[in-house]
């Protein structure tokens, strides 16, 4: 099955830059989603198609993606940023249509 | 503002069954395709169903394949996920959300609700 690899935690200091990593095979030719989740609260899309941020996100997350490594970055990392992020690809109508990667702690 | 609101969540046993509800509300319910997501305690985000606009189509995960039936009423702007043999592995809040199609090349999850948490336990 396909799987998106992410690294468990990641620690940053406020005001400083996060960045989580997304990889996984052919995730080049396929959009790259971002999502936060914390704890008791619904899952929040904060990037789109590799790079796309909805209406609402701060300009500090941002996305971005080299071969088949995708990145998430959190510029100016504040307390509120403190959440569990996943990646996400559409795999098209087969067997499992969305893949979440195994998820990031970001820890503030 | 777009809004989801999943019900039906509870305690059953092994072997059991339950039905989720998802009633959506200010945007054409008709217009999106729309999946179920769970998350299971201390674990990350599983996909396990999406439905088609009309409901004409859908898709499992190979987890719940055989036993979940999603299905969908346009007209009460509603999702629902039949939940049948259940085990203590389906134990997770489970969550709805409204998914956008860029096709062939890509969908995400835009809008989710607040999620609505099962318990299978004897």
């Known amino acids: 099955s396909y799987v998106l690899t992410q690294p468990p935690s990641v620690s940053v200091a406020p005001g400083q830059t996060a960045r989580i990593t997304c990889g996984g095979n052919n995730v080049g030719m396929k959009g790259v989603h971002w999502y936060q989740k914390k704890p008791g609260q619904a899952p929040v899309l904060v990037v789109y198609d590799d790079a796309d941020r909805p209406s609402g996100i701060p300009d500090r997350f941002s996305g971005s993606k080299s071969g088949n490594t995708a990145t998430l970055t959190i510029s100016r990392v504040e307390a509120g940023d403190e959440a569990d992020y996943y990646c996400?690809?559409?795999?098209?109508?087969?067997?499992?249509?969305?893949?979440f990667g195994t998820g990031t702690t970001v820890t503030v | 503002d777009v809004q989801l609101v999943e019900s039906g969540g509870g305690l059953v046993q092994p072997g059991g069954s339950l039905r989720l509800s998802c009633k959506a509300s200010?945007?054409?319910?008709?217009?999106?395709?729309m999946s179920w997501v769970r998350q299971a305690p201390g674990k990350g985000l599983e996909w396990i169903s999406h439905i088609t606009f009309s409901g004409n189509a859908d898709y499992y995960a190979d987890s719940v394949r055989g036993r979940f039936t999603i299905s969908r009423d346009n007209a009460k702007n509603s999702l629902y996920l039949q939940m049948n043999s259940l085990r203590a592995g389906d134990t997770a809040v489970y969550y709805c959300a409204r998914t956008t199609l860029l096709s062939p090349a890509t969908s995400w999850l835009d809008c989710w609700g607040q999620g609505t948490l099962v318990t299978v336990s004897s």
């Open positions: 200010e945007f054409t319910f008709s217009d999106f395709e």
């Open positions: 996400q690809v559409w795999s098209g109508r087969t067997e499992l249509l969305y893949v």
